[in-house]
């Protein structure tokens, strides 16, 4: 398993967003069955993609001011 230096492990992802992509899935199917083959997709997708990509850096600054 790929581990993030940026964020939450995997693991960590899902077990912290698991049951509310569920929920939500059952909310807009109304079957439960349905939501959860949606989530189990939604991690898949995610897992293929995982670990995100860092943000990128802002440079700080006053805006509209120029040195």
């Not at 992509?21 to 989530?39: K, P, S």
């Amino acid at each position: 398993m790929a581990l993030s230096t940026t964020g939450p492990s995997f693991d960590e992802f899902h077990a912290g967003t698991a049951a509310r992509i569920v929920r939500h899935a059952c909310a807009l199917t109304g079957d439960l069955d349905d939501a959860r083959d949606i989530a189990q997709e939604t991690f898949a997708r995610a897992w293929q993609r995982w670990p995100p990509p860092a943000p990128p850096v802002v440079a700080a600054g006053v805006p509209g001011r120029r040195a």
